[in-house]
């Protein structure tokens, strides 16, 4: 059985505290505007598998023995046939000597013969290796349909440690409370540090790919500002602003678009532009971990989403065209 676990995140996403109303209906129309973002979320990502987080070893009467075959950032999919959720899962499946895994390494499916070993104080055979089931992060929401199909983070959510593209088996967004800002520096990003409160689930992820997660936001929402949504076609170098959430206050800060990439296919970082607006310097440095999603407006509509910063210069950052992202 899967659980939730509470973590303090430091990662592509981070944020403020936001409890949604259970329950809330919503109408089924797509009239092509919607409901602008720019607040923040938690997210949890269930992992089609267990991520092996580290390879910790186990203890023998000659001291520590790692089990060959086995890597940080594998997804053990199956242990001698049997599908695994769990340590409990694992440690169930394997007996004294060899041991067939079916495991995802970097997205390729593999399968691995490795031979655990023994522990000295339990007599067990052991794989010893560090495991979850769940990756957790922070993200902004672009915007949300009429019908309540929402779009965040502008960009696939990773193990935040190893950086793994993860089998994805469904997941949740959540109320988060911020804790702090750390400033970006050059080289460096800046973040929004955050917990996460997975007791408050605010709706479902059903999509989790390069360009954000989407799915069905079940709770309510700030619904302050509604407008058309654009895309590449609407998208011109000049003013425009970003929509996100700075010490507990969502509002439009200036920023200016460098460059419009024209795109005829769907790809990532259309966009460049600099913050301009110098209460988003002040607070923040520019874009930091955590705005990845807001949404940037021009002209009266929503015409692309925050993907990245820039890392030798944290005032500028890149985003995805609107009409790429479909929820």
């Given amino acids: 059985m899967k659980k939730l676990r509470l973590l303090l995140c430091v990662l592509l996403a981070f944020a403020i505290a936001f409890v949604g109303v259970p329950g809330h209906a919503y109408a089924d129309t797509d009239d092509g505007t919607v409901y602008v973002g720019g607040f923040q ?23 520590i023995a790692a089990v060959e075959g086995i890597y940080s950032g594998d997804v053990i999919k199956s242990v001698n046939g049997s599908e695994v959720d769990s340590y409990d899962d694992i440690a169930d499946s394997i007996t004294v000597g060899k041991a067939t895994l079916e495991i995802v390494r970097d997205g390729r499916q593999l399968t691995v013969e490795v031979t655990p070993v023994v522990e000295l104080y339990t007599g067990k055979p052991k794989l010893g290796i560090k495991i979850k089931d769940k990756i957790y992060g922070v993200g902004t929401v672009t915007f949300v349909r009429g019908n309540g199909r929402f779009v965040a983070l502008g960009h696939e959510i990773c193990d935040g440690e190893s950086g793994v593209r993860l089998p994805f088996d469904g997941g ?10 750390k400033r970006g520096t050059k080289n ?12 408050k689930v605010l709706g479902d992820v059903t ?32 003013a425009a602003q ?18 419009a990439t024209k795109q005829s296919e769907r790809k990532e970082k259309g966009i460049v532009f600099r913050v301009t ?24 509509k929503v015409v692309a989403g925050v993907t990245h910063v820039l890392l030798n210069d944290s005032t500028k950052g890149y985003g995805v065209y609107a009409d790429f992202l479909n929820p």
């Fill in 41 to 63: 979320v938690g997210i949890s990502v269930d992992i089609d598998g267990l991520l092996v987080e580290s390879v910790t070893g186990v203890e023998t009467e000659y001291g």
């Fill in 172 to 181: 949740h967004i959540h109320g988060c409370k911020v804790v702090g800002i």
């Fill in 188 to 199: 460096e990003a800046g973040a929004f540090i955050a917990t996460v409160i997975p007791d």
């Fill in 207 to 238: 999509c989790n790919n390069s360009f954000g997660v989407a799915g069905n936001y079940t709770a309510d929402f700030d619904r302050s500002q509604k407008l058309p949504l654009g895309g590449r076609d609407d998208v011109k170098p000049g």
């Fill in 242 to 259: 970003v929509r996100t959430t700075v010490n507990g206050v969502t509002d439009n800060f200036d920023i200016e678009i460098i460059k």
């Fill in 277 to 300: 607006d110098k209460r988003l310097l002040d607070a923040t440095g520019g874009i930091v971990r955590g705005m990845s999603g807001s949404p940037i407006i021009q002209d009266g």
